[in-house]
């Protein structure tokens, strides 16, 4: 078990962003669990919680003017997205297979052992490796639906074949999935452009501001967002949708009633009304 939760351990950059998945749920953004040094705790058992590790580059040259490139980013969320429900039964399947993989190894061998000595605990390893290989097929099967050469996916299966890396084959056919996009679009893609939008709101709104708040942003978001058009930053400050007359923050879209006079979270922001 501790090699399980030690595979949850990766070495991140300066200026990585988290993207998890825990269970059934959605894909939220957060920080590590842990952190030592370079290296920090972004899962526990995958693929319980699944990880992507997202570097938060600049998608294209500050001096640069593209003109539709609000478009160009619409289009490759869309892209990713497809992609991801092209693939969303074998990655499904990936994901359960891991988790059996996982109590196998966590109980079944124990209890083999125990039971039958030396001749359960090689025939239990055995049937680990056998159930890696399913799971490396699986993972094979998934690229070639997406569209990667036959020797790129067998290589990137290969590694699978390990009982102890194996539950990581959904995070290797996801990878592939977002492969050429850029961080914004790969975030978009797995958030879903509501919930991207309105990750980035307090940024954008900096942004959109200037002052110091932002020049002196230097986290992974702050650099995303200097990389994003000002017509996808107005986006994303945009009114919150709501029927009821009431106030909220124009920078994190907390909803106020009564006479509070700003927003706790933004340093007393003046409110504004929807």
Same mark, same amino acid.
């Given at each position: ?44 058992? !995958? ?181 994003? !058009? ?10 919150? !949708? ?33």
């Amino acid at each position: 078990m501790a090699v399980l939760w030690l595979d949850g351990w990766r070495r991140v950059g300066p200026q990585d962003l988290l993207v998890v998945r825990s269970g059934l749920g959605r894909w939220v953004e957060r920080e590590p669990w842990a952190k030592v040094g370079s290296f920090a705790l972004v899962a526990w058992w !995958p693929p319980i919680v699944v990880p992507m590790l997202i570097p938060a580059t600049r998608s294209a040259d500050p001096g640069e003017k593209r003109p539709g490139w609000s478009a160009d980013f619409l289009v490759a969320m869309a892209r990713g997205r497809r992609r991801l429900r092209r693939v969303r039964i074998i990655i499904a399947a990936l994901r359960i297979f891991g988790v059996m993989l996982l109590l196998w190894i966590a109980f079944a061998i124990p209890m083999a052992t125990a039971r039958f000595g030396v001749h359960g605990l090689v025939r239990a390893i055995v049937q680990a490796f056998v159930m890696s290989a399913v799971i490396a097929l699986g993972a094979a099967l998934g690229l070639r639906w997406l569209g990667i050469a036959r020797g790129s996916a067998i290589r990137a299966a290969v590694p699978l074949l390990f009982p102890f890396t194996a539950p990581r084959a959904c995070e290797v056919v996801i990878g592939a999935a977002l492969r050429d996009l850029t961080a914004d679009a790969q975030l978009a893609a797995l958030l879903g452009e509501k919930r991207f939008l309105r990750w980035i709101r307090p940024s954008a709104y900096d942004a959109l501001h200037g002052g110091p708040r932002f020049e002196g942003d230097a986290s992974p978001v702050g650099e995303l967002v200097r990389a994003l !058009p000002r017509t996808l930053i107005e986006r994303a400050v945009q009114a919150p !949708p709501g029927n009821e007359d009431g106030r909220y923050c124009p920078r994190c879209a907390r909803s106020y009633r009564g006479d509070t006079p700003g927003c706790y979270d933004c340093g007393g922001l003046a409110l504004e009304r929807r």
